[in-house]
């Protein structure tokens, strides 16, 4: 069994390879080479906020600004972080996507022809392998148009159910009449104030 400091809000328990663990989340806090119980306790305490404190003059505001441009630093770097990670995972699927596409290109004509010959005489349209399978199926006939804006002006002369046509509403037009517009189709919001808070970390 590890130590176990308790606190108000917070139980420490050291593993036995060393490690400070939150015992009521699981959460992981710290190596006891790195840091101290005190100081991991002193940190989680440092994230807290008297329930009896409040917001009455410039410097109590500014140190909950504090608190949340913290907060905010720390989303930044991990959203920083987050992009990296994908990014270089991005880069290792597009390598990848790159040799499949050329295995495809340099051998789909062979497995297609070794297909046919296994299923010659087969009821199946489908060959199983080890590590994948070869399958044929029957595609329905389709049309294709080689110019889209030629073929919506052939169609709409000829087969003009074959053009579509999407409404959408704009509401800009209806500014000045919001007295008089139906209250059980629209819903009318006046000007009002809108609150925000801005650290300035982006």
């Known amino acids: 069994m590890g130590l176990t400091m308790d606190t108000s809000t917070i ?22 080479e790195l840091v101290t119980a005190e100081e991991v306790i002193a940190a989680l305490a440092g994230n ?4 009896s ?12 600004l504090g608190k949340i441009s913290e907060a905010d630093g720390n989303i930044a770097g991990l959203k920083a972080r987050k ?9 290792q699927i597009k390598e990848q996507e790159r040799r499949k596409s050329w295995l495809l290109v340099r051998f ?20 199983t392998l080890a590590y994948g399978k070869l399958s044929f199926r029957k595609m329905p006939g389709r049309i294709e148009a080689r110019d889209e804006a030629q073929a919506i002006e052939w169609a ?5 159910l074959a053009v579509k046509t999407v409404e959408s509403l704009l509401m800009m037009p209806l500014k000045g009449m919001e007295s008089s517009l139906p209250g059980d189709i ?9 609150f925000s808070v801005d650290t300035g970390v982006k």
């Not at 139980?11 to 006891?32: I, Q």
């Not at 709409?156 to 003009?160: D, E, G, K, L, S």
């Open 11 to 32: 139980n420490l328990e050291r593993s036995k390879d060393g490690y400070w663990v939150d015992s009521d989340t699981g959460e992981v806090l710290g190596h006891e």
């Open 48 to 51: 807290t906020v008297n329930p």
């Open 53 to 64: 404190f409040e917001v009455t003059d410039e410097a109590s505001a500014d140190w909950v």
């Open 83 to 91: 992009a990296a990670i994908i990014a270089n995972f991005d880069t």
């Open 108 to 127: 789909m004509a062979d497995l297609e022809r070794f297909a046919k010959s296994a299923l010659e005489n087969a009821k199946s349209r489908t060959l």
């Open 156 to 160: 709409r002369v000829h087969a003009p």
């Open 186 to 194: 629209f819903e009318v919001h006046g000007p009002a104030d809108k």
